[in-house]
């Protein structure tokens, strides 16, 4: 196991090295020029102070030089560089916005797997009967909502309506906890609603694989209570497949967070990134495009380990 | 025990088809689709699925005739109008007939979804066929390149290539051109690997072996006789892909990030919608009523064709 791990990881490798190549020719081939952004218009025509920003910001330099010392910088020092809007360190200002989405998320996953796997296997159990037909029509609704209308619906109906439930803003759960919950309820259930539809269809197709088994005719034919049949061992394996699943679209909802946290105005790493590319401010963009998807790839990394040391039937390479 | 198989009838052994293999295949062709025709009508929610599809390409064909006013065309004595007569669907903040935005952004949506798909599969198809049939080092260069390509999550992808066309200030035919490339870029490697996955599997069969003793080209055993038994995952991942697309660029215009104003489209009005959530919901209501409607036609249209072309993982 510890050597599959550090393969995997050795793997990865190039993989980043591919995304920040991408990220790095994508915002170099960006028209415009950073020089005139950071002098005014005026100081940026003489060409002294042109030169002696070009050298300051190492801009003389070959693309490769650059983007190895970008990395470099990066990797060693975890210095993103400097944000062209607020003129701040980067990384200080990306690292502080993780944990507000990683709340978001690890909550929204909870919620949409509490609902998920019970509607799932009851889907399942009571296969082609009304019950079945909702669950199925209902996920397969879900997953064709976007996002950000269930979002404005919920918006609509939880706060302009009824008034329960603030429509945005974000409160740290350290401060007042009851208060943090009451502002995270809607952007959860708004996330968390494809993730649900997704992982309930999951759960019945793992359930209806199950419970064709043999082993779920032996344990009928033992007399065994039909609950425990299904919670005790089919409902167990079924959850296998599906979590794994589950854990592979975390990584998907750290995108989707880009949509839901600048509905809610919550100052996540979703929202920092949406800012930065309505401002323009390119650094950011790739910094922020960088930790994402190195969350992503590591996300999905740790899944895939669990999910082989919850199922010890997978052969390790 | 072999012979015993060949000889003796296997229960449910189903003639027809075994006819079908010895037909030309033009009449292979017209019979197999007639056969889908009927399982499509007998499945309820794909022909659901399938009418909500044609309806919603009825809509972008005839967008022109059943557009009542002029889509971008503001109108300040009209501004914010409950859903009348004149305005099926009311009218936004600057007098614009929402109906009208509705049907003309029907038109640009499916346009851009389809030839995004278009273009994913016709960079994808070739990729995964080539290297499934060729295996070897071509095999593992290309799937690497692939994984590295899937490990990238998509909406990260799409955001940037949002961002890069923005940065152009490129005009609105240029900046969907844009778009219709990174969605398509996109879409390619799961294609190419989906594809790959088929050809691995069918390349192995007798009737590849007797090409090559025949003496059949490479490119003419991959390209018209392996891949057109591939192509059903395909026709299911691509329609799939539609409500998937559609709802990628509505997120991006929702964000401001899509064609730029006034150009009709979904996700712009329900952003437009957000500041007038108060005293006019209904514009929240349509234009996310009508992304519903779009994604919920492919992704039912979709599981009806994969109950029927995928019978291994039919009632599911």
Same mark, same amino acid.
């Given at each position: 196991m510890?050597?599959?791990?550090?393969?995997?990881?050795?793997?990865?490798?190039?993989?980043?090295?591919?995304?920040? !190549?991408? !990220?790095?020719?994508?915002?170099?081939?960006?028209?415009?020029?950073?020089?005139?952004?950071?002098?005014?218009?005026?100081?940026?025509?003489?060409?002294?102070?042109?030169?002696?920003?070009?050298?300051?910001?190492?801009?003389?330099?070959?693309?490769? /030089?650059?983007?190895?010392v970008w990395l470099g910088k990066i990797v060693?020092? +975890?210095?993103?560089?400097?944000?062209?809007?607020?003129?701040?360190?980067? +990384?200080?200002?990306?690292?502080?916005?993780?944990?507000?989405?990683?709340?978001?998320?690890? /909550?929204? !996953?909870?919620?949409?797997?509490?609902?998920?796997?019970?509607?799932?296997?009851?889907?399942?159990?009571?296969?082609?009967?009304?019950?079945d037909y909702v669950v199925t029509t209902a996920s397969v609704t879900g997953i064709s909502f976007p996002q950000f209308w269930f979002a404005i619906l919920c918006v609509l109906f939880f706060?302009?309506?009824?008034?329960?439930?603030?429509?945005s803003e974000y409160k740290s759960p350290f401060d007042d906890l009851g208060l943090s919950i009451?502002?995270?309820?809607?952007?959860?259930?708004?996330? +968390?609603?494809?993730?649900?539809?997704? =992982?309930?269809?999951?759960t019945r197709s793992a359930m209806l694989d199950e419970i064709r088994k043999e082993y779920?005719?032996?344990?009928?034919?033992? +007399?065994?209570?039909?609950?425990?049949?299904?919670?005790?061992?089919?409902?167990? $394996?079924?959850?296998?497949p599906t979590i794994t !699943?589950? *854990?592979?679209?975390? *990584? $998907?909802?750290?995108?989707?967070?880009? /949509?839901?946290?600048?509905?809610?105005?919550?100052?996540?790493?979703?929202?920092?990134?949406?800012?930065?590319?309505?401002?323009?401010?390119?650094?950011?963009?790739?910094?922020?495009?960088?930790?994402?998807?190195?969350?992503?790839?590591? /996300? $999905?990394?740790?899944?895939?380990? =669990?999910y082989r040391l919850l199922n010890p039937r997978i052969r390790l390479p | 025990m072999a012979r015993a198989s060949i000889t003796s009838t296997p229960e449910g052994f189903d003639f027809e088809t075994a006819d079908l293999a010895r037909l030309s295949p033009k009449i292979r062709l017209?019979?197999?689709?007639?056969?889908?025709?009927?399982?499509?009508?007998?499945?309820?929610?794909?022909?659901?699925?399938?009418?909500?599809?044609?309806?919603?390409?009825?809509?972008?064909?005839?967008?022109?005739?059943?557009?009542?006013?002029?889509?971008?065309?503001?109108?300040?004595?009209?501004?914010?109008?409950?859903?009348?007569?004149?305005?099926?669907?009311?009218?936004d903040k600057f007098g614009r007939d929402i109906w009208s935005r509705t049907v003309w952004g029907a038109r640009r949506l499916v346009i851009i979804a389809v030839l995004a798909v278009c273009l994913g599969m016709l960079g994808g198809i070739p990729l995964g066929a080539i290297s499934g049939y060729f295996g070897g080092k071509l095999d593992a260069v290309l799937m690497r390149v692939v994984d590295a390509w899937l490990a990238f999550p998509g909406i990260l992808f799409y955001l940037l290539a949002a961002s890069f066309i923005r940065a152009y200030e490129l005009s609105l035919f240029w900046n969907t051109v844009g778009l219709i490339v990174a969605l398509g870029a996109a879409r390619m490697p799961s294609m190419a690997r989906l594809v790959r996955g088929s050809v691995l599997a069918e390349r192995e069969k007798e009737y590849v072996e007797a090409s090559h003793v025949i003496g059949e080209s490479h490119l003419y055993i991959v390209f018209r006789q392996i891949l057109p038994n591939c192509l059903s995952p395909v026709i299911i991942q691509a329609t799939i892909a539609l409500g998937f697309e559609l709802?990628?660029?509505?997120?991006?215009?929702?964000?401001?990030?899509?064609?730029?104003?006034?150009?009709?489209?979904?996700?712009?009005?329900?952003?437009?919608?957000?500041?007038h959530m108060v005293t006019r919901p209904y514009l929240a209501i349509f234009p996310g009523l009508a992304i519903s409607y779009a994604v919920l036609g492919f992704n039912l249209f979709g599981d009806g064709l994969r109950d029927m072309l995928d019978p291994r993982i039919a009632d599911r």
């Open positions: 510890i050597r599959y791990t550090l393969y995997r990881l050795v793997q990865l490798i190039p993989v980043l090295l591919m995304v920040s !190549v991408f !990220v790095f020719v994508m915002i170099y081939a960006l028209p415009g020029d950073v020089i005139d952004a950071l002098a005014g218009e005026s100081e940026a025509q003489d060409p002294l102070v042109r030169a002696a920003l070009e050298k300051e910001l190492g801009l003389d330099k070959p693309v490769y /030089v650059r983007y190895f060693i020092y +975890g210095d993103f560089g400097k944000s062209i809007t607020t003129g701040r360190s980067i +990384g200080v200002e990306v690292f502080k916005r993780i944990p507000a989405t990683v709340y978001l998320a690890i /909550v929204a !996953v909870t919620l949409s797997l509490i609902i998920a796997i019970p509607m799932g296997t009851i889907a399942a159990v009571r296969r082609r009967t009304w019950v706060s302009l309506f009824l008034g329960w439930l603030p429509a009451k502002h995270l309820i809607l952007p959860a259930s708004a996330l +968390g609603v494809r993730l649900a539809a997704i =992982t309930t269809r999951l779920v005719d032996t344990a009928r034919s033992l +007399g065994l209570p039909e609950r425990r049949v299904i919670f005790k061992y089919t409902l167990r $394996n079924a959850l296998i !699943v589950a *854990g592979l679209q975390f *990584g $998907n909802l750290l995108g989707g967070t880009v /949509v839901i946290e600048a509905i809610f105005a919550w100052p996540g790493i979703g929202l920092t990134l949406y800012d930065a590319i309505v401002s323009r401010d390119y650094p950011m963009v790739q910094a922020s495009v960088l930790i994402l998807a190195t969350a992503f790839v590591l /996300v $999905n990394l740790l899944v895939d380990l =669990t | 017209w019979r197999g689709l007639k056969e889908a025709a009927w399982e499509l009508w007998r499945n309820r929610l794909a022909s659901i699925g399938a009418a909500m599809v044609i309806i919603l390409f009825l809509v972008a064909i005839f967008a022109p005739v059943l557009a009542t006013h002029n889509p971008v065309k503001q109108n300040y004595r009209e501004m914010l109008q409950t859903p009348s007569e004149a305005h099926y669907f009311g009218t709802l990628i660029i509505t997120s991006l215009s929702f964000l401001g990030l899509g064609a730029p104003p006034p150009t009709p489209d979904w996700g712009a009005d329900l952003n437009l919608a957000r500041e």
